[in-house]
């Protein structure tokens, strides 16, 4: 999703493109959200019928997307598993995740999925702890900073 020139290093991963395509952040939100849609439409629709048209309707959602990032993306065209000598320029050896962005796209929607059936108050409970620890986090950062 950058410009063809560009190198590993110089990769660009802001949220607007400069070639007017979907930038990585946003196809990323776009899985993310659509994943959840088809989750919480297939555990919260009390028609049958619509929590099947529903929930499959934001799966090929998500498959569109999923094959967007594939085609846009210049990096996901290596999609098998390798070490490649000089991946950073660093003489250091990479690795590649295997099937990207199929894979990790798979992964995504079945956790959203999963977590779409998770009860609310478990959810809560998640979005507490969470919060505790990227807060605890933010704090203990900016006392090591001050000292």
Not at 13 to 38: K, Q
Not at 121 to 146: E, H, K, N
């Amino acid at each position: 999703l950058g410009d063809d020139a560009m190198t590993d290093d110089e990769v660009s991963y802001s949220l607007i493109s400069a070639n007017g395509s979907l930038s990585v952040g946003n196809l990323i939100a776009l899985l993310n959200i659509f994943s959840m849609a088809s989750g919480l439409s297939f555990s919260y629709c009390d028609s049958a019928a619509l929590r099947y048209f529903l929930s499959g309707t934001f799966a090929l959602l998500t498959i569109f997307v999923t094959i967007y990032m594939a085609r846009s993306c210049e990096q996901s065209e290596s999609t098998h598993y390798a070490l490649e000598g000089d991946g950073y320029g660093t003489g250091k050896k990479r690795f590649r995740t295997p099937f990207v962005p199929y894979l990790p796209a798979f992964g995504i929607f079945l956790n959203s999925f999963m977590m779409a059936h998770i009860h609310w108050v478990g959810l809560i409970m998640l979005l507490g702890y969470l919060s505790f620890g990227v807060f605890g986090y933010a704090y203990i950062s900016a006392r090591r900073d001050r000292s």
